[in-house]
């Protein structure tokens, strides 16, 4: 039995029964996760495409072979004939209907794909992770008005995960006008009530937990043990949503710029209006389509990969 000094501070006889905890345990969770993803064959392969993507989306202006923007072929593609110009050794993915090098505007897209989804995930998760946080302490740690103020937050999320997502995302672009920070906002939005729901989930179920009653038992103030103990704890589902997240975001993007609600500047290359000025020459030029979908499909099946994965090393019911 270990002795405990009256001059021991609550914090620290915390941290070492956590300690004692996690020793007994043999690993922590996060290593043990770890060592789950390293031999995972889908985590592996959706980490590969997400670095790729991440590279391209990187150093892809910087290696694109000419300006995305400029029409330098244009009398070289005759649409009213219906010939384009395909992949050849100046223009590996050929031009566009204005004459555009379609290799260099699939790799500087890259990276406008990757901003909208990255910052659409960041707004849902920051913005759902304060939500569903002070809701998740209120319903824990709050008392009788805490449950009455989780139970009203609660409501408005259901009413929001009662709409379809795109539906959402849609009426918001339309409401805040064409631009791609407007698809950045409503793609955001959407993203929120599910990781207000998640966080504020998990909270509820780490508020039951042994260390929680003897973090009370121990008079810790209940913002220190909502901050300090029942919020990092909770996290997991959380991060793992994100990465989901991404993948969604993703799509919705493309989608939100398909429709047209995307940046009306026709000049800056991005995946999904890529496909949308493709879309009327698909039966002469195929290709224009080709790529940037691909491109599309090809990373939202790398985040999945890796979110799956990341879920299945996190839970230890899928574990195995």
């Known amino acids: 039995m270990s002795l405990v000094t009256p001059n021991t501070s609550k914090i620290d006889r915390l941290a070492e029964l956590t300690a004692t905890q996690e020793t007994a345990s043999g690993s922590s969770l996060w290593r043990e996760a770890w060592r789950r993803l390293r031999r995972n064959k889908a985590a592996i392969i959706g980490a590969v495409v997400i670095a790729v993507f991440v590279v391209v989306a990187i150093v892809g202006p910087m290696v694109a072979p000419h300006d995305p923007a400029a029409q330098i072929w244009r009398g070289e593609v005759r649409i009213n004939k219906g010939q384009f110009i395909g ?33 659409s995930m960041l707004i849902g998760l920051i913005i759902g992770a304060i939500i569903g946080g002070v809701s ?10 805490g449950q009455r103020f989780d139970t009203f937050v609660m409501r408005v999320t259901d009413i929001m995960l009662a709409l379809p997502s795109l539906l959402l995302a849609v009426s ?24 207000a729901r998640l966080l504020r989930g998990s909270m509820l179920a780490q508020g039951s937990a042994d260390y929680v009653l003897a973090a009370k038992s121990m008079g810790i103030r209940t913002r220190r ?11 997991s589902p959380v991060i793992v949503q994100a990465t989901l997240s991404l993948a969604t975001a993703i799509i919705e993007a493309a989608a939100l710029s398909y429709l ?3 940046s009306p ?14 879309q009327r020459f698909f039966d002469n030029a195929p290709l224009m389509s080709v790529y940037p979908a691909v491109g599309i499909i ?20 899928l574990r195995g």
């Open 136 to 145: 998740g302490a209120a319903a824990t740690l709050g008392g009788k008005n």
């Open 87 to 119: 992949p050849r050794a100046e223009n590996w993915f050929g031009l566009d209907h204005l004459g555009r090098d379609q290799l260099s505007r699939f790799l500087v897209g890259a990276r406008q794909t990757l901003l909208v989804g990255v910052v």
């Open 265 to 278: 500047d026709q000049s800056v290359p991005e995946w999904g209006a890529m496909l949308t000025q493709a």
């Open 225 to 235: 043990i909502a901050t300090g103990q029942i919020l990092p704890n909770s996290l």
């Open 172 to 195: 918001i672009a339309a409401m805040l006008g064409q631009s791609l920070t407007t698809v950045m906002i409503a793609v955001g939005v959407v993203q929120i009530p599910i990781f």
């Open 298 to 317: 090809i990373t939202a099946l790398g985040f999945t990969l890796l979110g799956e994965a990341m879920r299945e090393a996190l839970d230890p019911k």
């Open 260 to 262: 047209g609600l995307g």
